[in-house]
């Protein structure tokens, strides 16, 4: 089948790729339509050491499986998990010790015409959720993760650090959640699309210091953190969404002395993340920056690089079902 | 008068120190006792750039102040606040913008016969409770603050990394708190205190990774944030209690991907820590490793510096007052 595959730091568009032949409990899905991820770039990087198909977002028909699943159209959360290690008998499978990955860890991934995955990790997309819309639910439930995570009222500060894919993603979830909420970024043109949604925004140059109760670092670069180390006041919370290569250094002694809460967040629930795409709460259409076919997915990656674009899809084959 | 004085990373006994000769709403106090902390050493390795009197644990006797608090034997918190900046008005005055810390930031600590503090920061200590009992009310809170910031269950599994000073307070405090509680150390005879009062250790080359819902980092040094990382479980909680010179380096990622919390944690609460030592239900008189009088507080810090030797007290003058 037609794919992106990675292998050594290289990524490159094959034909020849095998097809999913997964074990019982999985399914086949035909891809409809995949999302770049700065996780997916950064892989590219050799932030982890992954060989295989890319991508992890995707809208896709199940082609292949239970007859009740067959022909419906299907986000998939992104991790196969054992259901018998620690982790997942204390309830927090998306941490399996044996899992793998969409994408990212020993399986392959979305940017492909067929994907395989658990039948579990399916939800049905409503037919009036299109390609295009139901796509976003993987990130969106990753910034609905950092809810799950910290507490936050109504009175808090909340300082968003970065604009892009994620960041706008994240803002406006925690501007549902009705918070003191501003937006730092660095190009016009994104911290226009949330003003547009009536979120504040502000050029991190002119952050004050110590002014949040809770910052969220979405640059996805490692110079982020010292922005929102700065910006976070003393017994703060700063919540880390941004995966990238390479160490970090910290002053650990100023984390001792501020009381700073320190949170590394990734996946989140996908249920809510697709209800709040089904009734339009959050439309992240006009997040979308470029699209392109499979064949030219080498170019779309090379357009996800680029800073002044957002969500770059991927448009791996038309829907053959509308239907859920 | 007679003081240890720090300056450009060097520690001098001086006898012609200046007296303190605080403003209105301070109190002078006459030094009985003081204890020698990691951050004592920290600060002459020159964590942290203080010119001044070291020392902030203590117990004194008012000497100077409002008429019913003169004579009255004390324990002090460290922080001198403003009550006016944004902190202090948020009711986190231990992170007050404007703050001196006794011995560690702007105000002359401990290791002297003579102290300044506000009023406000005395705790009055219960007759029956001798000065080397009392002098650890501040380490102690520290040690409780742990309970303030983490919630922490019975069935949590905890790991308290390192057996010095404030390890062993800190395991002592959590043991009261009835969790599946193991201290990792590596001197024998530490161990053993521990395990005199029923504490489970262990070697830290024997820890399972990822096993412990909760790891407390108080080995005071940076090679103990690795082992710490390594023992915590995905989702789990690191609390940070460490300060030392330097930066730590950190792998950003696999925080997000393991979605780990990290705390700092700073000063606690006096009251309780004070309840805690006079009703006897922490005894930390068997951590007492060396006495010094104050003239020998150079050789005092030395003795400090040995793994072997947990706290070292300076004895600065027998006390004036027994009462409260």
Chains 1, 2 share one sequence.
């Not at 309830?91 to 579990?120: M, Q, W, Y």
């Not at 910006?231 to 390479?246: E, H, Q």
């Not at 392109?292 to 170019?299: I, N, S």
Request: proline content about 6%; some cysteine; hydrophobic content about 40%.
């Amino acid at each position: 089948m037609r794919a992106l595959w990675l292998e050594d730091r290289r990524i490159s568009y094959r034909e020849d790729v095998a097809e999913p032949d997964p074990p019982a409990g999985e399914v086949v899905i035909d891809v409809t339509c995949a999302g770049v991820c700065a996780t997916d770039l950064e892989l590219v990087r050799g932030y982890y050491s992954y060989t295989g198909v890319l991508g992890h977002e995707f809208v896709g028909v199940v082609a292949r499986g239970p007859a009740g699943l067959v022909g419906r159209r299907v986000v998939g959360e992104i991790n196969a998990v054992c259901h018998d290690c620690p982790a997942c008998r204390a309830g927090r499978s998306t941490h399996c010790e044996n899992r793998t990955v969409l994408g990212i860890v020993g399986r392959d991934g979305a940017f492909a015409e067929k994907l395989a995955l658990p039948a579990e990790n399916l939800h049905p997309v409503p037919a009036d959720v299109p390609d295009e819309v139901a796509v976003f639910t993987e990130p969106l439930a990753a910034a609905l993760e950092i809810l799950e995570q910290v507490d936050i009222h109504e009175s808090d500060r909340v300082l968003v650090l970065g604009a892009g894919r994620l960041g706008q993603l994240v803002a406006r979830v925690l501007h549902r959640a009705r918070c003191e909420l501003v937006v730092a970024g660095g190009h016009p043109e994104k911290l226009r699309l949330l003003e547009r949604e009536q979120i504040r925004t502000i050029d991190p140059e002119e952050l004050t210091p110590a002014s949040f109760d809770v910052v969220i670092e979405c640059t996805g670069h490692r110079d982020g953190f010292s922005t929102a180390r700065r910006a976070v006041r003393p017994r703060g919370t700063l919540v880390m969404k941004s995966t990238y290569a390479g160490e970090l250094a910290l002053d650990a002694s100023a984390i001792v002395v501020d009381e700073i809460t320190l949170v590394g967040s990734r996946c989140g629930p996908f249920g809510p993340a697709l209800r709040l795409l089904a009734d339009g709460a959050i439309d992240p259409r006009p997040l979308i920056g470029a699209r392109f076919p499979l064949h030219e997915g080498v170019a779309a990656l090379r357009a996800a690089e680029r800073p002044d674009v957002l969500k770059v899809l991927l448009e791996v084959a038309a829907p053959r079902s509308r239907g859920e």
